[in-house]
């Protein structure tokens, strides 16, 4: 859902143009994507991580127990820093979206893709693999999807990381 009017144009007085993000922006993300964990969570967690949520409402689910890999918003560090603290995960859960930042930056929504693509190149993929998507996009969005991996694909020989930065576009 929509939550906040998009971002606004400005150019500040040396004539750099930007956009300028509301403050509440963190808040309204975090809100946003509780929201829409709580509609995945029945859907992808098993029964006891279901049953902790019934008897606690103040219980965090480990998401853990329903996916294997987790590619997340690479909004900078401290999107991913903020939900790494929330959702429990280790370094090595964020080991694809930290290399994605570092190489690509901030590419919004499509940065999904990009982590998927690093992951497989880096790791590989098993069939039935299952992945929790978290994105956020200009508007303000938030999205949450459940992937699963159709095919086993193997790491790739070559170094991930020593491939050459990409050029800005013009």
Not at 49 to 56: G, R, T, Y
Not at 73 to 94: E, I, M, N, P, Y
Not at 107 to 112: E, L, V, Y
Not at 119 to 131: D, K, L, N, P, S
Request: aromatic residues 8%; proline residues 8%.
């Amino acid at each position: 859902p929509t939550l906040l009017p998009p971002p606004s144009p400005f150019q500040d007085s040396a004539g750099n143009m930007g956009v300028f993000l509301r403050k509440n922006v963190i808040e309204t993300a975090g809100a946003a994507m509780r929201a829409n964990l709580t509609r995945l969570a029945p859907r992808v967690l098993p029964l006891a991580e279901l049953a902790k949520c019934a008897a606690d409402a103040h219980y965090v689910p480990n998401f853990k127990t329903g996916f294997d890999s987790f590619l997340l918003h690479t909004g900078g560090r401290g999107v991913l820093d903020a939900l790494q603290k929330s959702l429990s995960l280790s370094d090595a859960d964020l080991s694809s979206p930290r290399a994605t930042l570092a190489r690509f930056g901030n590419t919004s929504a499509a940065s999904i893709w990009y982590i998927l693509a690093h992951h497989e190149h880096a790791r590989g993929v098993r069939a039935g693999q299952r992945f929790l998507a978290l994105s956020f996009g200009g508007g303000f969005k938030a999205c949450a999807a459940a992937l699963r991996g159709a095919a086993p694909s193997a790491p790739a020989a070559e170094d991930v990381h020593a491939k050459a930065r990409p050029r800005p576009c013009p």
